[in-house]
C-alpha cells in the first residue's frame, strides 16, 4: 500500500510539473484522457445547463400518457464523433429539429467553463451538423506548427489558430492580403514566416522595402526582383504591370474556343494553361506602403500617383496572371491619399497585429466583422505575434505565426536560392548575390583608405 502512494504522489507531481512547465506534453500524456471523460460524464447535464436541448415530441409525450409512463426527458445534440487532438477535443453534433449552429456558437463561452476547457469554438459543417473544437491549453503561448502540413501549389502554413489548428496563406483562394500592426507588434516575423514558405516553392518572389532595405534586402538571394526606394519601387511596380500585359496575351493566344475543345482545356488564367508554357506566378511583398504613398512636393506627388495606380491595377488585374500582392504597414487608411480605399478594397485577405487605436482596426476589419475590430484593440502589448486574421466573408481567427529569427529566414532563403526564377521583365531589378563580407566594420569606425 506504500508503494502504491508513493506510485500516486510521483504521478500526480509529474502531472503538476508537465502542465506547469509543458502543457502540451501534458496534454497528451494526462489531460486528453481527463478531458475526454469528463465531457462525456458531463455532457447531457451541461447541454440542458446551456440551454442546447430541445423538449420531446408531441407522439412521444403522447405515448407516455397512454402508456402511463413518466414523461421523457429532453433531447440534447446527438455525439456523431469525438475524437482527440495533439491540442484538445474536436466534438462532432448532430442537431435537434429546432437548433440551429448559432445556438452553439452562442453557448461557446459556457462550453468552456462547463467542460473545464481552455477554449471553445464552433463551425458548421453542414446542415444540421456543427463542430466544436476544443483546446485544452493555451497554443498561443508557445506556437509550435505541426511536423506535417498540407501541401498545395500557393499555399503557405503561416500561424496557428489558436482552436489548434494551421492557418494557411492561399493565395490560389485569397489572392492579396493586408497586413497591419503597430511597432513591434510582430508584423516582421509573420512575413518572414511567409517569405520562408513560399521560398520552396516555384514561385517569384518581388520586395519593395522602402526602410532602406532592412527587412527584405538580407533575404535577397531568394527575390527575383528588390527595391528600396521609391524610384526604383515605380519602376519595378510598372515592368509588373507590362509583365501582366504579357502575360494576357499569352492566355489570349491559348484560349482557343471552339466547339471541338472541352470546357477543362479553356485557359481563363495562369493555372489552365499547360505545364510548359505556364509563366511561374509572383508574389510581391510590399513592407510599409505609407513610405510609397507619403509625399512632400509636387514631384513626389506624381510619383506616388503613379505607383498606387500601378498597385490599384495589379490588384484589380494581377490574379489571373499569377500576381499576387501582400501589402504591410502600420495603418492603411484615407489619409494616405486617392486611390488608397480602392486598392484596399481588392485586398482580401486582412491580418491585424497589435494596433494602437480602434480606427487602425477599423481600416481592416471595420467592412469585415465588429467582432474582429473588438478582438484587435485587446491584444494586450506583451503578446507580441498575436494577430487576428480574417477575410470578406466575415470570418476570423486569433493566430501567432511561430518566431522565426531574420538568421533562420535568412538560412533558409539560401538553402534554396537555386530556385529563383528568372522573370525577364524584371531582370533588370534581381539583386546581386554576392559573396557576403568575411569582417563586419563597427559604425562607429571608418574603412582605411585603399591606395
Known amino acids: 500500500m506504500t508503494w502504491f502512494m508513493v506510485a500516486g504522489v510521483v504521478v500526480v507531481a509529474a502531472a503538476g510539473l508537465l502542465r506547469w512547465r509543458r502543457p502540451a506534453w501534458y496534454w497528451l500524456t494526462f489531460g486528453v484522457l481527463i478531458a475526454t471523460v469528463r465531457v462525456l460524464v458531463r455532457y447531457a447535464s451541461v447541454m440542458d445547463a ?16 397512454v402508456t402511463n409512463r413518466p414523461v421523457p426527458e ?31 456558437s452562442a453557448a461557446t463561452d459556457r462550453l468552456r467553463h462547463s467542460f ?8 458548421e459543417v453542414r446542415s444540421g451538423v456543427v463542430e466544436v473544437r476544443m483546446t485544452g491549453y493555451d497554443v498561443l503561448k508557445q506556437v509550435q506548427m505541426p511536423a506535417k502540413t498540407e501541401t498545395r501549389p500557393m499555399r503557405v502554413p503561416v500561424a496557428l489558430r489558436e482552436d489548434g489548428s494551421v492557418h494557411y496563406r492561399d493565395y490560389r483562394a485569397v489572392p492579396h492580403g493586408l497586413t497591419l500592426g503597430a511597432t513591434e507588434s510582430g508584423k516582421s516575423v509573420y512575413q518572414r514566416n511567409l517569405v520562408a514558405g513560399l521560398a520552396p516553392m516555384d514561385v517569384a518572389l518581388v520586395g519593395i522595402d522602402c526602410k532602406q532595405g532592412v527587412e527584405l534586402f538580407p533575404l535577397a538571394r531568394r527575390f527575383s526582383a528588390l527595391a528600396d526606394n521609391p524610384d ?12 501582366m500585359e504579357e502575360v494576357y496575351q499569352l492566355i489570349r493566344a491559348e484560349q482557343r474556343i471552339s466547339v471541338a475543345v472541352p470546357d477543362a482545356e479553356i485557359a481563363a488564367d495562369i493555372w489552365d494553361l499547360p505545364d510548359d508554357i505556364r509563366p511561374v506566378p509572383v508574389v510581391v511583398l510590399v513592407d510599409e506602403v505609407a ?13 506616388r500617383d503613379r505607383i498606387i495606380t500601378a498597385l490599384v491595377r495589379l490588384a484589380q488585374l494581377g490574379r489571373a496572371a499569377g500576381i499576387y500582392l501582400e501589402i504591410c504597414g502600420q495603418r492603411f487608411g484615407s489619409e494616405l491619399g486617392k486611390g488608397i480605399t480602392m486598392l484596399r478594397a481588392q485586398l482580401t485577405g486582412r491580418t491585424a497585429h497589435r494596433v494602437n487605436d480602434e480606427t487602425s482596426a477599423n481600416m481592416a476589419f471595420g467592412d469585415i466583422s465588429p467582432d474582429a475590430v473588438l478582438a484587435a484593440i485587446q491584444i494586450p ?13 466575415g470570418g476570423w481567427h486569433r493566430i501567432r505565426a511561430p518566431h522565426t529569427s531574420l538568421r533562420q529566414a535568412v538560412n533558409t532563403c539560401n538553402k534554396y536560392a537555386d ?16 559573396p557576403l563580407p568575411s569582417a563586419r566594420v563597427p559604425l562607429s569606425k571608418t574603412a582605411p583608405a585603399t591606395a
Open 50 to 65: 446551456c440551454g442546447l436541448t430541445v423538449p420531446p415530441s408531441r407522439w412521444r409525450l403522447t405515448l407516455a400518457r
Open 74 to 104: 429532453s433531447h440534447v445534440p446527438r455525439i456523431l464523433r469525438l475524437r482527440p487532438t495533439r491540442t484538445g477535443l474536436v466534438l462532432r453534433l448532430k442537431l435537434r429539429p429546432g437548433q440551429d449552429a448559432f445556438d452553439v
Open 116 to 123: 473545464g476547457m481552455y477554449g471553445v469554438t464552433s463551425r
Open 232 to 243: 526604383t519601387a515605380l519602376e519595378l511596380l510598372e515592368a509588373l504591370v507590362s509583365h
Open 291 to 303: 513610405e510609397l504613398a507619403l509625399f512632400a512636393s509636387k514631384d513626389e506627388e506624381k510619383r
Open 381 to 393: 502589448a506583451e503578446t507580441r505575434g498575436i494577430a487576428i486574421a480574417g477575410d470578406s466573408t
Open 419 to 434: 530556385r529563383t526564377p528568372d522573370v525577364p521583365a524584371l531582370a533588370a531589378y534581381r539583386p546581386a548575390a554576392g
